[in-house]
Nanobody
Framework: QVQLVESGGGLVQAGDSLRLSCAASGRTFSNGAVGWFRQAPGKEREFVAGINWSGDRTYYGDSVKGRHTISRNNAKNTVYLQMNSLKPEDTAVYYC?????????????????????WGQGTQVTVSS
């Protein structure tokens, strides 16, 4: 079992930056991949970014590629999402998630159903 807690959300203006954190307890992150998703009102949950267990492979959704960066510190059991050049369309609840067991390949990162553990989410609101 693993518990995930997101933090770092808030209200910012367009063009600002935010860094979200995802802290794990109950099981270390060091042997598992992690993903960030977001969900805006009335929309489906959308893949934002994913990172493998060692941190040397990262994946991004098309809407954030080039603006956001995912990273991890396994010693602190924490995964980060640095969000730059924020836009009003980035407004959503942001969730981190982890699969129960090891995964192989990269195509699964974007699939909500591949993740068993989810945090409670943190709200990000970007005003224009």
């Amino acid at each position: 079992q693993v518990q995930l807690v997101e933090s770092g959300g808030g209200l910012v203006q367009a063009g600002d930056s935010l860094r979200l954190s995802c802290a794990a307890s109950g099981r270390t992150f060091s042997n598992g991949a992690v993903g960030w998703f977001r969900q805006a009102p009335g929309k489906e949950r959308e893949f934002v970014a994913g990172i493998n267990w060692s941190g040397d492979r990262t994946y991004y959704g098309d809407s954030v590629k080039g603006r956001h960066t995912i990273s991890r510190n396994n010693a602190k059991n924490t995964v980060y999402l640095q969000m730059n050049s924020l836009k009003p369309e980035d407004t959503a609840v942001y969730y981190c998630a982890a699969p129960r067991g090891p995964k192989f390949g990269s195509s699964w990162y974007r699939q909500v159903a591949e993740y068993e553990y989810w945090g409670q989410g943190t709200q990000v609101t970007v005003s224009s």
